[in-house]
């Protein structure tokens, strides 16, 4: 393996393959793990990271990917082993991997890949270990194919691929379709097939004749024998008078409910980007990759993928009853399935158990006994787990921690709610429009900030139209010359008076939850990638009252669970409340406190004041305004906040009868700077003049230090912009320590204090 595996992929991502890869967003990282088989062997394996947020990332979980960049700067930071693409069903391509083929000291490649490769259909590259060699073609597989004995691995989606760049020399370096490569393979697969389900019966007889550590069902035999845990070749006649199917019903209204799924698989994750709960063959305790899904619902179902594509019958799909005779230990149907009634809190009488039309049940069970209803009632004494349990902390080391993921200053984060909140009027809208442009075309507009990368940006406005909207997007992208074609992340744009998104709003009395509107943001996210959603405003986003602490605490948590699920990071812009000339703060935000309480990060807008703009020389201050960021009461020096202005862009839609519009676009502004146009020539006649006087501190002294100053660079110490000047060069030059005060008694023998030249600064 190359020592710096990331740096030969930065350097060949030029290549054609490469680079068709690296426009699209399906990218994760990854990291080496260890993992003891169940024959005691250890294995390496090669789990893959949300390159976006840290954590594990899932092949079927478009919200745990991200883009290239992403993926290889995450890399780089944490010092990761490499990244990799996921097969999705809504790419074209196929990954084809020839395991154990190649020696990575000498490079010799074995006679069967050779063969292989000299196909010369698509592109190909070296593996992470240099043992293997990976191909990507285009187009996709109907089936999968995997024999371990054949060392090959065919796959068109639920895979990611580890990508080194690593290109195998005089092989193409595009992506193209590859019949000939996996007819080849497939061929050499089924000559193997024989091995590969003897491999599959092993594997299988090797998880279910180990104890189970992974439940904590007992079940009991009469004779006291252990459960085969099999599952029957042949499943009892379940068929009820009145065409009712026990067994069925019982699958079917299981599929409904996690909860016996809960209690078989404690450690199994709920993805909600596909929707489904998942167990890692890690925590199954066989050596192999792939998970158990169990997707939620009538037409969902239940797939082992670690068996799915190694000579199962079945091809991994799995009953709920079968789930509790292969990992529940349940000795026959009738028990687990009498089992699940327990879980699903109904008698078997419920499902119509008594009243078939035979009773050829102990004639087809395997195993030949009656046990199963005693032990399921047995089991039923047992007390369920606690409804919460309280999780022992896991010691980790701080190294490893993922970072907080900023993605646009220090108030867009990737997985939580922020808030923006001002007055009408004074930009907050534009200030979004503006940092959404920013992050589009990742580059740095305003005050030199610079988003992590091109990002996907949602904005939502329920006020304003959506030709409003347009205009003011359009007027921002003129003004910073920004075209489509500048822009490598998306932009989408939902106006309210369209595209209504109530989250929750109260109905006689109580607070109702929109959920399948809920559901559908995240799947939108989800599916488009999008990692920032402005809502603007967040009083439009519900119908609770907004002085309602509880409600508003509904809605909050509402949309951080949305940015949580799908990792993106929402920004909720709010109104302020009146205050009329005090100071705007975040506590300031119009009616409860829990949507302030929400947010990760939250910021205030305020316009700038008649006092502040006689200070800058300003003559319109309502085209100025400040944003402070933090919940502090205290705000900081107005040269210290960060500024910005209105200006106006004009769209040039008119024609000879109409005017066209003038547009507000938000632009950095620094406040004045006190040393702007002052030399070192300056200073040095400030400190002659200094020298040869008294000059007094005190701004209300007639011979106030101040005006030696202004003598200097011809300022107007009545002026309130110069005089603003004069006071910010004093200040700055008695902090670095050129002038200093000392107390002394003026001519009538009062102290006062006076300033002077420090004679120990050169």
């Given at each position: ?14 290549l ?37 947020m ?11 990917w ?18 990799g693409?996921?097969l999705?069903?809504?790419?074209d ?7 154990k ?10 006679p069967w ?42 796959y ?104 016996w ?12 980007g ?34 799915a ?46 009243e078939?039309?035979?009773?050829a049940?102990?004639?087809s ?117 920004i ?34 509107l ?29 002085n ?11 949309w ?32 409860a ?170």
């Amino acid at each position: 393996m190359s020592a710096n595996p990331m740096a030969r992929l930065t350097a060949n991502i030029a290549l054609p393959a490469l680079a068709e890869l690296s426009g699209r967003r399906q990218w994760v990282c990854w990291y080496y793990k260890e993992v003891v088989g169940a024959d005691g062997t250890t294995r390496r394996t090669k789990p893959p990271i949300n390159p976006r947020m840290g954590g594990g990332a899932s092949h079927s979980d478009p919200a745990t990917w991200g883009s290239y960049d992403q993926a290889r700067i995450f890399a780089i930071t944490r010092k990761l082993p490499g990244v990799g693409f996921v097969l999705s069903e809504n790419d074209d391509f196929t990954g084809i991997d020839l395991d154990k083929c190649r020696d990575p000291a000498t490079g010799e490649i074995d006679p069967w890949a050779r063969a292989i490769l000299d196909l010369a259909e698509t592109y190909d590259e070296i593996s992470p270990s240099g043992a293997g060699i990976r191909l990507i073609a285009r187009g996709k597989v109907e089936h999968a194919t995997k024999c371990d004995p054949a060392h090959v691995e065919i796959y068109g989606k639920q895979r990611y691929l580890t990508i080194t760049g690593n290109h195998l020399p005089d092989t193409p370096k595009s992506i193209a379709p590859a019949p000939q490569t996996i007819a080849a393979l497939v061929a050499r697969a089924v000559e193997f097939q024989p091995n590969a389900e003897a491999e599959a019966r092993a594997a299988h007889r090797e998880s279910t004749e180990r104890p189970k550590t992974a439940s904590v069902i007992k079940f009991v035999k009469r004779d006291g024998s252990k459960p085969g845990g099999m599952i029957p070749a042949k499943k009892p006649k379940s068929k009820l008078a009145g065409g009712r199917d026990f067994f069925r019903e019982v699958n079917d209204a299981a599929m409904c409910d996690p909860d016996w799924f809960l209690k078989i698989y404690r450690h199994a994750k709920w993805y909600p980007g596909s929707g489904d709960y998942r167990v890692s063959s890690d925590a199954l305790g066989r050596s192999l990759e792939e998970d158990l899904s169990f997707k939620i619902g009538a037409s969902g179902g239940i797939v082992d993928f670690g068996v799915a594509d190694m000579g199962d019958a079945r091809r991994g799909r799995r009953t709920p009853i079968d789930i509790v005779i292969e990992h529940g230990g349940a000795p026959t149907v009738k028990d687990a399935a009498f089992w699940l009634c327990e879980r699903l809190g109904k008698t078997p009488e419920y499902f119509g158990w008594g009243e078939r039309e035979t009773e050829a049940q102990s004639e087809s069970e395997p195993h030949g006994d009656q046990s199963g209803h005693e032990g399921a009632q047995a089991h039923s004494s047992s007390p369920k787990p606690p409804l919460i349990e309280a999780a022992p902390y896991g010691w980790p080391d701080s190294t490893t921690i993922p970072r907080r993921q900023w993605l646009y200053y220090k108030h867009f984060i990737r997985g939580y709610v922020s808030a923006t909140i001002a007055a009408g009027g004074v930009g907050k809208s534009s200030l979004t429009i503006a940092e959404t442009v920013a992050m589009i075309c990742g580059r740095a507009l305003l005050h030199d900030i610079k988003p992590v990368a091109a990002l996907n940006v949602w904005i939502w406005n329920g006020e304003d139209p959506l030709d409003e909207l347009h205009r003011r997007i359009a007027a921002t992208l003129k003004h910073y010359g920004i075209r489509r074609d500048d822009c490598r992340g998306k932009l989408f744009v939902n106006s309210g008076r369209d595209t209504q998104v109530v989250v929750a709003e109260m109905i006689r009395g109580e607070i109702k939850v929109q959920r399948p509107l809920v559901e559908a943001v995240k799947a939108t996210i989800v599916a488009n990638q999008i990692d920032v959603m402005i809502v603007d405003p967040f009083v439009s986003s519900h119908r609770v009252n907004e002085n309602d602490n509880a409600a508003i605490d509904v809605v909050s948590r509402e949309w951080a669970g949305v940015a949580n699920a799908t990792g993106c990071s929402i920004d909720l812009v709010h109104h302020a409340r009146k205050v009329g000339d005090v100071e705007v703060t975040v506590e300031a935000a119009r009616g409860a406190s829990a949507m302030i309480s929400a947010a990760r990060s939250a910021r205030a807008l305020n316009q700038m004041t008649a006092e502040e703009a006689k200070k800058a020389g300003v003559e319109n201050r309502r085209t100025y305004f400040r944003v402070t960021t933090g919940k502090a009461n205290m705000s900081p020096a107005p040269e210290a906040s960060q500024w910005f202005e209105m200006k106006s862009v004009d769209l040039e839609n008119g024609d000879h009868f109409t005017p066209s519009d003038f547009i507000g676009v938000v632009t950095d502004w620094k406040w004045p700077d006190p040393l702007d146009d002052v030399t070192v020539a300056d200073l040095e006649a400030v400190k002659n003049i200094v020298a040869s006087g008294q000059w007094r501190e005190s701004v209300q002294a007639k011979e106030w230090v101040g005006k030696a100053i202004a003598k200097v660079l011809g300022l107007d110490t009545d002026a309130p912009r110069d005089k603003e000047k004069i006071k910010g060069l004093l200040r700055i030059w008695i902090k670095n320590g050129v002038f200093h005060v000392v107390r002394r008694p003026d001519g009538n023998g009062d102290e006062r204090p006076f300033v002077e030249v420090n004679p120990d600064t050169p």
